[in-house]
């Protein structure tokens, strides 16, 4: 059976010492989980993060990563540089970063590659517009994505690879996507992977919901066939909110 799978997106949110202290908070709130819990966060909280979750069962990840090893990226971080210090997961292609800093389905996938051939877990996002959803044509859209962002990537890396489904339109809005369309679009990924890479691999890759998840809806997400966790934007900043999805 696939693990439930909760990551916080702290997108560019937290300084080190509120960071220590949030980890602080939830570590005693979700050690007896059975559910992986990682928390995403800003490449300054990295190592203050890793010192502060040594120990404990919950995992860091970056928000972001370059394709390149080294060379003249000024500004930019690398797979090699995120590992070297401890990180795990990295998050690529959420749509904030396709839609402000002009991330295509090839940029993710050069991401992607980089990201696996330095030993980090990339969780990739994919979603439709509300425009695309109000034409119909969400599966179409979703499964190009995914099959663009995978090219390329080897059956056998499909196990250390997080997919979170996140409708555009539902995140940070407050707007759900019900339960089955939920549900439908995650088992529409699954039927890709499958067709991709065979039942093998579509029955371990790790899909999750993201948009708008909170305490009071990531119950019926979670409980669904095909989504095995939450990406969690806004009320992955609270601890106490935070622990009651990881522990739902
Ligand atoms: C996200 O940033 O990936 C996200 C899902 O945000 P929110 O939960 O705030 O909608």
Redo the contacts with the bound molecule.
């Keep these: 059976m696939r693990k439930k799978v909760i990551a916080g997106?702290w997108?560019m949110n937290m300084l080190p010492n509120e960071a220590i202290d949030f980890i602080d908070k939830l570590t005693p709130l979700v050690k007896d989980t059975q559910n992986e819990v990682i928390l995403c966060v800003p490449y300054t909280d990295l190592f203050y993060a890793l010192l502060t979750a040594q120990n404990t069962n919950i995992k860091i990840g970056a928000q972001n990563v370059h394709w390149e090893e080294s060379g003249a990226y000024t500004g930019e971080i690398s797979a090699k540089m995120l590992k070297s210090i401890g990180v795990e997961y990295v998050i690529i292609g959420?749509s904030?970063r396709r839609k402000n800093f002009f991330e295509t389905d090839e940029i993710v996938n050069k991401k992607v590659k980089a990201a696996l051939a330095n030993g980090l877990k990339p969780i990739i996002?994919v979603g439709e517009t509300i425009e695309q959803k109000e034409a119909g044509v969400t599966k179409k859209v979703v499964t190009e994505q995914v099959k663009k962002v995978l090219d390329e990537i080897k059956e056998e890396q499909i196990e250390n690879i997080i997919i979170?489904y996140?409708p555009i339109w539902?995140?940070?809005?407050g707007k759900t996507a019900t339960i089955k369309d939920a549900n439908d679009i995650t088992k529409e990924i699954r039927d890709e992977i499958c067709k991709i890479y065979g039942q093998k691999a579509s029955k371990r890759v790790i899909i999750q919901y993201?948009?708008?998840?909170k305490p009071e809806n990531c119950k019926e997400y979670l409980n669904a066939s095909d989504i095995d966790g939450a990406?969690?934007?806004?009320?992955?900043l609270n601890p106490e909110i935070f622990a009651e999805i990881v522990n739902n």
């Design positions: 997106n997108k959420h904030e996002c979170a996140e539902a995140i940070g809005s993201g948009g708008s998840v990406l969690v934007g806004g009320a992955s």
